[in-house]
């Protein structure tokens, strides 16, 4: 054994046994490099192994060898593909196949540009149920945080083609942009999706970048040790916990001989209350968390026999555990998205139904959001669950504990979402972000000027197109003030694209929902910036 181990060694050490060349996962089959610019080709291998990297294609032959460096990184850049298809990748004896030149773009931001497909499709049912193309493709960044280092390689990812099932998990605008911009300019479309939910600019910026911000900085620094986020969100996920189970605990409608959500349960002696006021929700002065109980009866007709159907409540604020005839049907954990619930066969009877919610209210303000659909609808048949209610308190809670989201804290996302993906040529960045820095919008005009001429630097080009989607229209009219603010975070977003050369503000405004944050018509923005940036030609 010793023997073995000392020639394993000396191997090593003559550079006979070599680390396996490892690519970033940007470089695999199906990838989409920029067309007509020079195709980076980049990983890791042994400190100071030879990597040899040839492409080929149509009409293409290009060559380059690297020895990796101390670390072990190593990069190549091959000659620019001319726009098509048909190429491929030799790394060593690794092959890529299926190497498409195109245009890539790059999208990025928060909750709108995260949306997926799977959240329109219903909208927009023909054509995503029937959309298949092999030269539109997305890479799905993996949403990973990092507080301490840049990192040069992503955690995961693949490239996937356009297809009815593969696009239901596609960023919605991405997929409409990447449609779009193939039939404007026949050529294929790569779209990396780098987003993340509810997070702020700051996140997606670098540290150098945010210097002019000493918040910023600070918080940082206050989240900077490891173990110290660990313990924290140990603590929280006990304080989650326990107040879970006293919520539990104390809920009558759980307690009960017979639940509240049984349809043998008599409810008469319950008030009536209508669907989408908010009274209900307030001991009169201030709101009330914990459960809400409401329940609906109606009547169908001998036709539901034997008929599934489709149960949808709106939006509903907080979360959500819905029954219909005693039957458990569907829950959601938080307020955005739309309450689509399907009802199995065999659940629905002719006469007397009753569909029974219990909602539960963590922050306060419980809700149903008005002015959105409310209804059974079983085959062409709907019926409305619009009106009245039979309306019941459940446990009275204090507020829910407070959460810490760590893919909030400055500079992590760009560490470990936007620095990896540094030596792609890009089209151009589609940016989509802005609702989770509305408090803060007398800043983000300078922010968001910073962020470009960072990521510029980032992908070592100064004149990387930014396409900066305005706000959507948001909030009841009545609302002055948000109102006002959101009206000035458009301004903020317009006046940081007047200021920046190769910047382009796309409207959006109009396309909103006042009763959404997450419009669903993403086709229509998505046509706007696909010929933005077909005119910019």
């Known amino acids: 054994m010793k023997n073995m181990l000392m020639l394993v060694a000396a191997m090593v050490a003559a550079g006979m046994l070599k680390a396996e060349v490892t690519l970033t996962p940007l470089v695999s089959d199906g990838m989409v490099v920029q067309r007509n610019l020079p195709v980076a080709v980049w990983g890791t291998a042994s400190p100071g192994e030879t990597v040899d990297v040839r492409g080929s294609g149509p009409g293409y032959q290009s060559s380059a060898t690297v020895v990796a460096d101390a670390k072990g990184q190593w990069r190549v850049d091959l000659e620019p593909m001319p726009a098509g298809d048909g190429y491929s990748i030799t790394v060593n004896d690794r092959r890529i196949d299926d190497v498409l030149s195109g245009d890539v773009l790059l999208c990025s931001g928060q909750s709108n540009m995260e949306l997926p497909v799977r959240r ?40 996937v083609a356009t297809t009815p099932e593969a696009a239901l998990n596609f960023s919605a605008l991405g997929y409409f942009l990447g449609k779009e911009l193939n039939e404007l300019e026949n050529v294929p479309i790569g779209i990396v999706n780098a987003s993340w939910g509810g997070t702020p600019i700051e996140s997606w910026m670098s540290f150098d970048a945010l210097q002019r911000w000493p918040k910023a900085v600070s918080e940082w620094r206050l989240w900077q040790d490891d173990g110290y986020r660990a313990r924290f969100k140990k603590l929280e996920g006990e304080n989650f916990s326990r107040w879970n189970q006293a919520l539990y605990q104390g809920d009558p409608g759980r307690q009960a001989s017979t639940p509240w959500w049984s349809i043998d349960y008599n409810d008469t002696a319950w008030p009536e209350v209508d669907l989408t006021s ?17 329940r ?25 555990s819905v029954y219909v005839n005693g039957q458990f049907v569907g ?12 009802v199995p066969v065999g659940v629905l009877v002719p006469g007397r139904n009753v569909v029974t919610v219990r909602l539960i209210s963590q922050k306060g303000g419980a809700r149903f959001v008005p002015e959105k659909p409310y209804r059974l609808e079983v085959g062409e048949q709907q019926y409305s669950l619009e009106g009245k209610w039979r309306y019941c308190r459940g446990a009275v809670m204090p507020q829910a504990p407070g959460m810490e989201f760590y893919c909030y804290k400055p500079t992590v996302l760009y560490n470990a979402m936007i620095h990896p993906l540094a030596p792609m040529r890009l089209r151009g960045v589609v940016w989509y972000q ?104």
């Open 120 to 159: 329109v499709a219903e909208r927009f049912a023909d054509e995503v149920g029937s959309y298949a193309n092999r030269l539109v493709r997305q890479f799905a960044v993996p949403q990973e945080i990092d507080f301490h280092n840049q990192q040069d390689m992503l955690a995961g990812g693949s490239w």
């Open 278 to 294: 908010t009274h209900w929700a307030s001991d009169g002065l201030n709101p009330v968390n914990g459960s809400h109980w409401l």
């Open 434 to 537: 802005g609702e989770s820095n509305v408090e803060r919008r007398n800043q983000y005009s300078d922010q968001l000027q910073a962020m470009i001429s960072d990521w510029r630097s980032t992908f070592a080009d100064s004149e990387l197109p930014f396409y900066i989607v305005e706000l959507a229209g948001y909030l009841h009219p009545s609302d002055t003030g948000g109102q006002r603010a959101w009206a000035e975070m458009r301004a903020a977003q317009a006046d940081a694209a007047k200021a920046t050369a190769n910047a382009y503000l796309i409207p959006n405004a109009d396309l909103g929902e006042w009763n959404d944050i997450h419009p669903l018509d993403k086709k229509t923005l998505a046509e706007r910036i696909a010929n933005a940036i077909n005119n910019r030609q």
């Open 331 to 342: 829950a959601t954990g938080y307020q955005y998205p739309p309450r689509f619930y399907r």
């Open 296 to 320: 609906k009866t109606i009547d169908l007709p001998a036709s539901v026999a034997g008929q599934s159907a489709v149960l949808r409540l709106g939006c509903i604020v907080d979360a959500d």
